[in-house]
C-alpha cells in the first residue's frame, strides 16, 4: 500500500509540474509579455522542457527526470534577473511562481522516492 500511495504522490507532482510547464509555456500570450524576447523565448522554451519532461516521468518516473525538471525550476526563478526581465512584472512574477512550483514538486517526487513518510514500520 504504501508503494502505491508513493507513486500516486509522484503521479499527482508530475500532473501539476505538467500544468505548470504548461502556464509558463503559455505565459507570454496569456500576460502580454510577448514583445519582450528574452522573456518569451525563455518561457516557451522552459515552459516546454518542463511539460515534456514531467510527462515523460509520469510515464515512467526515473530519477534523472525529475532532477532535471528541479533544475529548470530554479533556472525559471533566476532567469528573469539573469537575462534581464526582471522590470517585467508579469513576466517575472510567472517564472519565479511556475519555477518555486516544479522545483518544490520534483524535489518532493525524489523524496517521496527515497523515503516513505507515512510508513509506520
Excluded at 500516486?8 to 500544468?19: E, H, K, P
Excluded at 517564472?95 to 524535489?107: N, Q, R, S
Aim: glycine residues 6%.
Amino acid at each position: 500500500m504504501l508503494e502505491s500511495l508513493s507513486s500516486n504522490n509522484r503521479t499527482a507532482f508530475d500532473i501539476v509540474n505538467i500544468v505548470a510547464g504548461l502556464v509558463l509555456l503559455l505565459s507570454p500570450w496569456l500576460f502580454g509579455f510577448t514583445g519582450e524576447p528574452s522573456a518569451a523565448w525563455n518561457a516557451w522554451i522552459v515552459g516546454i522542457a518542463i511539460a515534456v519532461i514531467a510527462a515523460v516521468a509520469l510515464y515512467a518516473f526515473y530519477e534523472p527526470e525529475e532532477w532535471i525538471n528541479v533544475v529548470l525550476g530554479i533556472w525559471a526563478v533566476i532567469a528573469p534577473w539573469a537575462l534581464g526581465f526582471s522590470a517585467i512584472t508579469a513576466a517575472t512574477w510567472v517564472h519565479v511562481i511556475a519555477g518555486i512550483a516544479v522545483a518544490v514538486l520534483a524535489a518532493g517526487s525524489i523524496w517521496f522516492n527515497h523515503n516513505h513518510p507515512l510508513s509506520t514500520t
